[in-house]
T-cell receptor
């Protein structure tokens, strides 16, 4: 298999602050990574595709300036939630493909007070 | 657009019971179909997949058959164990190669009691 990690696993922040979430592929390289958001008792919703060395591709309805994505290396993508508000509280999950299988990180629980 | 509908849970079974979790899909073209499992506190793991009609995916005693005529990919297991307690997600992809996006169902929470 392959391993994808996320850091932090949970974070609590005040409204108006920014939070950075890291997604790492530990034992393989990934030119593409995906960021999902999961609401309680709901499905995972794809937010954006992170592309190494180029701009991320955002899904319709996702604010680019709100959710900044940087894919600076072949093993690291970061999601920054800028000026977070309580409605941004959610479970954020990343994934990276290796061959023909997507490998998922364990997720990051964000709570904005 | 693409969508996945799976039976809503929670599903509660006794050990050794038979499991079926229904999944149907709507997609353009010919999607690949997946079942992912999320154990408590862990990330999603691929359980099984099927890439074309009539293919059967299987793993750890779980099976699912790609039925194009009914656009379904139901998950089954003949005898569940307590360790199978988890959330199960049905998903599809219509993109090819390694750069593919997944569309997920809402997930079904399975609890197996001893």
């Amino acid at each position: 298999g392959a391993v994808v990690s996320q850091h932090p696993s949970w974070v609590i922040c005040k409204s108006g602050t920014s939070v950075k979430i890291e997604c790492r592929s530990l034992d393989f390289q990934a030119t593409t990574m995906f960021w999902y958001r999961q609401f309680p008792k709901q499905s995972l919703m794809l937010m954006a595709t992170s592309n190494e060395g180029s701009k991320a591709t955002y899904e319709q309805g996702v604010e680019k300036d709100k959710f900044l994505i940087n894919h600076a290396s072949l093993t690291l993508s970061t999601l920054t939630v800028t000026s977070a508000h309580p409605e941004d509280s959610s479970f954020y999950i990343c994934s990276a493909p290796k061959v023909d299988t997507q490998y998922f990180g364990p997720g990051t629980r964000l709570t904005v007070l | 657009g693409d969508s996945v509908t799976q039976m809503e849970g929670p599903v509660t079974l006794s050990e050794e019971a038979f499991l079926t979790i229904n999944c149907t899909y709507t997609a353009t073209g010919y999607p690949s179909l997946f079942w992912y499992v999320q154990y408590p506190g862990e990330g999603l793991q691929l359980l099984l997949k099927a890439t074309k009609a009539d293919d059967k995916g299987s793993n750890k005693g779980f099976e699912a058959t790609y039925r194009k005529e009914t656009t379904s990919f139901h998950l089954e297991k003949g005898s569940v164990q307590v360790s199978d307690s988890a959330v199960y997600f049905c998903a599809l992809s219509t993109s090819g190669g390694s750069n593919y996006k997944l569309t997920f169902g809402k997930g079904t929470l399975l609890t197996v009691n001893p």
